[in-house]
């Protein structure tokens, strides 16, 4: 309907009583309109027009809440289909956006987000604070992926930036980086380990990681019963071991996990000692660059 002056087209200033069952008044004009209608798109209307409500039979109330009457009569002119917005502001739109979430008519309230969102006479801070208030996650991202200069990323950003979340500061960081100049590296950053440890200690440092992962990912993976995890622990140290420990069928549950860690003490003592010369060893390579094994 470009081109027509769509607020005249409908101007509820008629009383027709096949249509229009109640007058409100707001700043002094009337608009005749349908209760059954408001309160299909409004939970505050239909609160007000329908049950015990006082309200429920008059046929003239006022509303002290919009002030201007013109921003009532955009919220009748969306709900009936029309989308007059040239005739409007960004400023009489935002305010009509707040009259909907006051009054839940969800409908215009949509209709009014898509409009200030994609408004060109709308700046990029307003539109990012709607996108905040609103919860719009999304379009909170392509904002910051279309800014072009510093001073609209700066000014988006809040005086307390902890409240954002994770991906939208994430997103801030990455536009603020590529504002500046600063390309990001396409390769990895160095393991912090290689300047510490030999190649050959590395090695082997890598090895032992993936091996523990690996084995907590089967253990996982396995989602084995308690029974048979003692059993293949009863089988594993038999192997390295070559002893005959046997598992019988009626053994207690706790006798088993008990076989199966039975060790010397002479041995666990020495597992513990060995444990406890690496993570020395490893914490002053960590602290003391020039300390290097004498096998490098």
């Known amino acids: 309907m470009a081109g027509l002056n769509q607020s005249s087209m409908l101007m509820f200033d008629k009383e027709d009583e096949k249509i229009n069952d ?3 008044v707001v700043e002094d004009r009337k608009f005749w309109c349908s209760k059954r209608h408001l309160s299909l798109h409004s939970k505050y209307f239909c609160s007000r027009f329908n049950g015990n409500s006082p309200e429920a039979s008059m046929k003239q109330i006022t ?8 921003d009532f009569h955009l919220f009748l002119l969306i709900i009936n289909g029309l989308r007059p917005f040239d005739e ?5 739109v935002t305010r009509v956006l ?3 979430k006051q009054w839940s008519a969800k409908v215009v309230t949509e209709v009014c987000l898509e409009h200030l969102l994609k408004s060109e006479r709308s700046t990029v801070k307003e539109k990012f604070f709607l996108a905040e208030l609103y919860k719009l996650e999304d379009y909170r991202e392509q904002l910051i992926d279309k800014i072009k200069t510093k001073d609209e990323l700066d000014s988006i950003l809040p ?3 902890t409240g954002l979340v994770e991906s939208t500061k994430n997103k801030m960081f990455l536009k603020s980086l590529e504002l500046n100049g600063i390309q990001r590296s396409a390769e990895p950053a160095p393991n912090p380990l290689a300047f510490y440890l030999s190649p050959h200690e590395l090695h082997y440092f890598h090895r032992e990681e993936e091996m523990r992962k690996s084995e907590s990912l089967t253990r996982r993976e396995r989602s084995e019963s308690p029974e048979e995890v003692a059993r293949r622990r009863v089988a594993k140290r038999r192997a390295q071991r070559g002893g005959d420990l046997q598992l019988e069928e009626g053994e207690p549950e706790r006798q088993r996990f008990r076989a199966d860690g039975e060790d010397s003490r002479e041995e666990a003592q020495r597992r513990r000692y060995q444990a406890a010369q690496e993570r020395r060893v490893r914490m002053r390579i960590a602290h003391d660059p020039h300390y290097r094994r004498a096998d490098q």
């Open 22 to 24: 109640v007058c409100l």
């Open 63 to 70: 509303l002290y809440d919009p002030e201007d009457a013109r």
């Open 98 to 100: 707040a009259l909907s």
């Open 159 to 161: 005086a307390n930036p």
């Open 88 to 92: 409007f502001d960004d400023e009489a």
